[in-house]
Structures are given as structure tokens and as C-alpha cells.
């Protein structure tokens, strides 16, 4: 069967159910069937239907080759659930579809899932879209509030550009990214990459850790460790049992739709894109969550890699084993979600494949931060440059007025910075600039219509040709 790519945007989950379905009633073969004495038309077996299902979707680019047989069939006891099938006395609305030869059929309609009509509404914040209260933490330090805010806008401009839909805020509520965890996952690390948590109650508990690195270098385990038949399933028990309580996702429950949505880049004429896009969402993590994925994804990585590993397993093999024991540590989301298990399978073993490269800092990502950082600290030596730079000093006490107007006063100065750099950049085309300048104007129009008065001061930017040179003299 013919299937398309699901595109990145809102509601990507609904849009993928209604695919199967409609995908499965196109092309599920219908036959006649004999049961108890009585002809059924038009009509599947259950068994039929899983291995149809299965070979469907392990060949459909939005799912990948590793969907189980058992994931199909827990597909298709939602599909029950949801009317999509029903038996063929027609009923329907149970999950206790099972392997076996039951007959079902489809209902005159198989009901898809509504698309609502407009995007989700997701709260918007005045400057940086942040956390005002964390944003101002960092003033004391020895870090710039511009670098965390051009972090921010550097890592948003990628992001839209990745994600691929009319607007980012459809799958991403600004308000709830905390630059702050940017700026940490990509400094407070350790020579492997992992990041290291000042807080260390916030860490995997010591017995955890051992257990892991137990699995991860199999068998070059502790020798005071105890040894038995069965002790590496004890060990991976131990593991499992440990992410399975923790409180949410690896990915957390608000980033849900973006993973998703990323899902969408995984084919493979778009890898590249999809490993970039996952580079900048891991980003947006609480450090905590950024290394125990990182620590997770090493030892399963190694594990389904060890050609010495025990079966942990007397029928499923170790990689699909993982795969299925962690995906849902890794992602799923707050309300019952009829995919959940197949998304997060799809991502995890991707994850896995390439979590290297995905769990790296981007390197143009740094580059291009460090850039405008050095470029903003220069400004501070060149008085003449118009740009007035904060300054620290030691603290003093301040009333909570004073508090609230230094928070407006520097957030627009670094708002304003931004604006007269871009102004000022001459490597950038004039059509690049112009549109650059209309998406802060759309953002910040405070700032913008104190930098451009008049419509006069605005044109006056572009007014300047380029001079041309003189003809060159020709001697006789």
C-alpha cells in the first residue's frame, strides 16, 4: 500500500492514526469465511489482520521496520476500542482482540479522528518568552544575560527551520523553554559529553549507576559482585524497574508534540535534518533528564551491540527487548495517546542508531553563539559604537520596584542590542535583512519603533547604494 509522509505540525499523532486507518480499511484483503455453521462476507481473520498490520507498518516510513507483531496487535485492539473494526456479530468498544482466528470486519464507517480547526493556544511571554524570575538569576554571574538571550534566539530560529511548520509555537509553548538549561547542557560537561549535575540529588542513585555500567560492560563486571544463572536479568530488572519510576518521560511531557513532530524528518533522505533537529530539542532538557538519557542511551547502545550479552529473553531478542522495555521511559505523553508505543518506539531506535551524534552540542550552534557573543563583548571597548553595554558591580539591596524596572530596563537593552547588530551586520543581502527585520518588528514592536521613529528613519537604512568605482585609466 502507498503511504505518504505525515509532515511535521500540530496534531501530527491524530494525523498518523487517521493514516493506519484509512491505509488499513483501503487494503486489509476481504474474504468469506465459514464459522459455526454460518457464512460470513467480507470479512478477516484477527491473525490475518496482525500479519497484514505488522508488514504495513514496518514498511511505512512514519513507523520503521521496528514495530513487533505484539505492538500490531495492541494497535489493533484500539482500533477495536475505537470502532475502526468490530466483530462480525458487530460489537466493538473492548480491548480483547487476541492472535487467533475471530472473525472481524469493518463497519460501514471507519470514524477517523477529528482535526480541530485551529492550532493549539499556547501562551505567549514578553521578552525571550521565558521564566522572568530564572532569566534574572544570571545577572550576578560572570556570563552575559545576552548570551542566555541570544542562546535562545539562535536555538528558536534553528528550531523553526527544522520543525518545518507554519509556526513553532504550534507544537512548542515558548513559555515553558528555559534557556537556562540550554546554556547548562552545552557548558557543564564532562570529557565523554555527558553533562554533570551540581546537584547531585537530582542524579541516578549510586546502586542505579553501577547496574548500568554492570550491563554496559558486560562481562567486565565488578568481581565483588555476586554471579549467578539469571544475574544479568536481575541487573536489567533493576535498571528497568528504576525508569519505569520515575515521575515522567526522558523527553518530558511537555515536549511531547515536538519529539513527535521530529519523527516526521526520519526517513533517509532527511537523517541529517531529524539528527540537527534532535540535537536542539535534547537541548531544551532539564539537565537532569539530558543525562540520564545520555547515560541510558550509552548502555542500551552497548548492550545490543555486545555480541557477549546473555538472552535477557527466552523469545525476544536483545535489541527489540530494549526497545521495548524503554521506549516508553523515553517518550509518551500525558493523555492516552492510541500510538504512543509505536512513536516512541520509532524514535528510541533511532536514538540508539545515532545518539553520538544527536546528544552533541551542534556545532554551528556554538559557533554561531560564540560569534555574536565575542562581537557583542567587543562593543564594550569601542565607546563610539552608540551601544551601551550593562555593567555589574557588588550587589546591593533594592526594593522590589527597583527589582521589576532593572528586569525591563536590561531585558530591552539586550532586545535592542540584538536589533542594532543586526542593523550593523554587512555580510547579510539586503532581502535577508528586510525579512529579518519584519519578524523582530512582529515580536518586539516597542523596541522597533524606538529604533524607527518614522517610516522615514526605517527607509533611511536602505538608502545607501554602493558607490562605483571610477573607470580606470587606460594608458595610450
Known sequence: MSSHIVTPGPYRATKLWNEVTKLFRAGMPLKKHRQHFRVYMNCFTASAAVDWLHELLKNNSNFGPEVTKQQTIQLLKKLLKNHVIEDVKGRWGMEDLEDNSQLYRFPSTSPLKPIPNRTPVLRKKSISMMDRESFFKFRGSKKFDKEILVIFVVSNVFLQKLVGSGSLEDVLDPAQVNPQFIVYNM??????????LEDKTDDLPHWVLSAMKCLANW???DS?????????????????DYFYSLSQPLLTLQY???FVNILGL???SQERVAIEGLQLCTLLLPPASRRKLQLLLRMISRMSQNVDMPRLHDVIGTRTLLVQTFSRCVLSCEEVDDLDELLATRLLSFLMDHHQEVLQVPVYLRNAVEDHISYLKSLTTHPGSGVAMPTYSFCRQISTQEFEEQKLSVSQTALADLLESLIKDKTMSVKEKKKKLKLFQK??????????PTTESEAQ?????PK??????IRN
Open 224 to 240: 565483588n559482585q555476586p554471579s549467578y544463572p539469571g544475574f544479568e536479568r536481575d541487573v536489567f530488572k533493576t535498571v528497568s
Open 468 to 473: 562605483i568605482k571610477p573607470p580606470m585609466l
Open 187 to 196: 557548558t557543564k560537561v564532562n570529557k565523554h559529553g555527558v553533562v554533570s
Open 256 to 258: 511531547y508534540e515536538l
Open 266 to 268: 526520519l526517513q533517509p
Open 443 to 452: 515580536e518586539y514592536p516597542y523596541i522597533y519603533s524606538r529604533r524607527f
Open 219 to 221: 562481562p567486565k563486571y
Open 461 to 465: 537604512l536602505f538608502t545607501d547604494k
